[in-house]
């Protein structure tokens, strides 16, 4: 390996980790940078080592894990007992939390968003807290699952450059 060789894979595992800390800090795309970072790997090295079959097995765990990111929360809620006002109000927590909170507004927008909607369809304080945990609940299995794919995505990339 030479060194423009090493110059573009430590450049594209840096990509690659600033993807990994957008698992717990919401604002930066996750595993969307961490395919970038193999694309550009790829382009730089004319597709020797990372084929474009690679990619298309990338894209499509990218894709899967931002299904499951956006339907973890809803199905943690419910799973917890969450009505069709606390689907919309984690919908509407996410949005309003994207654009007032920044993370920590990713975080507990959809949560507060699932209780208060809760409370406005009828359930009771206790029910829409209880909602409103199964938001949390599935927000966490889905960081959990995406960390697993994060991980899973750099460790072939590392493999696929230096085994084959």
């Known amino acids: 390996m030479g060194i423009w060789e090493i110059v573009i894979f430590t450049t594209s595992l840096i990509i690659m980790f600033v993807g990994m800390a957008g698992i717990v800090v919401p604002v930066i795309p996750s595993t969307p940078l961490i395919w970038f970072g193999v694309f550009f790997y790829a382009i730089c090295t004319h597709f020797e080592k990372i084929t474009w079959m690679v990619l298309l097995i990338f894209a499509m765990l990218t894709i899967f894990s931002i299904i499951l990111e956006n339907l973890g929360n809803i199905y943690g ?69 995406k960390i697993a794919i994060g991980l899973t995505m750099i460790s072939l990339f590392i493999w696929k450059v230096f085994v084959g």
């Open 77 to 145: 809620a419910k799973r917890f007992g969450a009505t069709r006002w606390g689907i919309i109000g984690s919908i509407a927590g996410t949005g309003v939390g994207f654009y007032m909170g920044g993370p920590i507004g990713l975080l507990l927008g959809p949560i507060v968003g699932t209780i208060i909607f809760e409370i406005i369809g009828g359930k009771d304080y206790t029910g829409a807290l209880k909602s409103g945990l199964g938001n949390f609940v599935g927000f966490i299995g889905g960081t959990v699952i």
